[in-house]
T-cell receptor
Framework: DAGVIQSPRHEVTEMGQEVTLRCKPISGHNSLFWYRQTMMRGLELLIYFNNNVPIDDSGMPEDRFSAKMPNASFSTLKIQPSEPRDSAVYFC?????????????FGQGTRLTVV | SQQGEEDPQALSIQEGENATMNCSYKTSINNLQWYRQNSGRGLVHLILIRSNEREKHSGRLRVTLDTSKKSSSLLITASRAADTASYFCATDQTFQGAQKLVFGQGTRLTINP
C-alpha cells in the first residue's frame, strides 16, 4: 500500500477563496482523522470518522470548515471562505481499529498558505 | 480541548546521552502512543502501551505508563544525531464507540554531535 495520500502537498490561495484538501486513507482502515498543525496551537484534532461516519467535529474551528467522507477511500476537508489565520499544515491519518492495536498512519500533509 | 501535555517543550543533549520526555493527560484511555515527526513530514508511530501495562521496550525506546497519575514517559537511550525530531504522545480514547486519537504539544529533541 502507498500509505495515506494527501493532495495537494502545498496550496497558496487568496483570502476568501474556497480551499479543498483531499485524503486517501490506507485501504481497509476504518478510522480517519483530520488534524491541523501550527506553531501556536500544536496538533489539533479537527474531526474524525469511523466507517465513513463523522463521529466528533467539535474540533472544527468555525462553520467555514467542513469535512466529508463519501466512501471508505476518500475524504475532503473544505474551508470556505479561507482566511489568513487558516494557514497551517493539515494532516490526514487513518487507522484500523483492532483490540489493542490502533496505531495511526499519517499522510505527508498539506501546507496551506492563505494570503 | 486538546489533552496530552509533554514536557519539556524542547530538549537538547549530546549524542550518546539518554533523552527523557514526559506526557500528562486528563481522561481515561485505552492506550497511549508515542509518535515522531521529522521536520516537514508526517508523524510516524513509535510505540504503544496499553492501559493495563506499566512499561514497554522497543529497541532503544522505553515507555512507562502510570494511569493513577495519568502520565507517561518516553526514554531514548544512547541517543544519536538521527534521533533529532519532535516527539508526541497521543491518547487513544473511545468516544461514541469509535477511536479518538488526541495528541499533545510535543517535545522538540535536538541531539548534538
Amino acid at each position: 500500500d502507498a500509505g495515506v495520500i494527501q493532495s495537494p502537498r502545498h496550496e497558496v490561495t487568496e483570502m476568501g477563496q474556497e480551499v479543498t484538501l483531499r485524503c486517501k486513507p490506507i485501504s481497509g482502515h476504518n478510522s480517519l482523522f483530520w488534524y491541523r498543525q501550527t506553531m501556536m496551537r500544536g496538533l489539533e484534532l479537527l474531526i474524525y470518522f469511523n466507517n465513513n461516519v463523522p463521529i466528533d467535529d467539535s474540533g472544527m474551528p468555525e462553520d467555514r470548515f467542513s469535512a466529508k467522507m463519501p466512501n471508505a477511500s476518500f475524504s475532503t476537508l473544505k474551508i470556505q471562505p479561507s482566511e489568513p489565520r487558516d494557514s497551517a499544515v493539515y494532516f490526514c491519518a487513518s487507522s484500523l481499529r483492532r483490540t489493542g492495536i490502533t496505531e495511526a498512519f499519517f499522510g505527508q500533509g498539506t501546507r496551506l498558505t492563505v494570503v | 480541548s486538546q489533552q496530552g501535555e509533554e514536557d519539556p517543550q524542547a530538549l537538547s543533549i549530546q549524542e550518546g546521552e539518554n533523552a527523557t520526555m514526559n506526557c500528562s493527560y486528563k481522561t481515561s484511555i485505552n492506550n497511549l502512543q508515542w509518535y515522531r515527526q521529522n521536520s516537514g513530514r508526517g508523524l510516524v508511530h513509535l510505540i504503544l502501551i496499553r492501559s493495563n501495562e506499566r512499561e514497554k521496550h522497543s529497541g532503544r525506546l522505553r515507555v512507562t505508563l502510570d494511569t493513577s497519575k495519568k502520565s507517561s514517559s518516553l526514554l531514548i537511550t544512547a541517543s544519536r544525531a538521527a534521533d533529532t525530531a519532535s516527539y508526541f504522545c497521543a491518547t487513544d480514547q473511545t468516544f461514541q464507540g469509535a477511536q479518538k486519537l488526541v495528541f499533545g504539544q510535543g517535545t522538540r529533541l535536538t541531539i548534538n554531535p
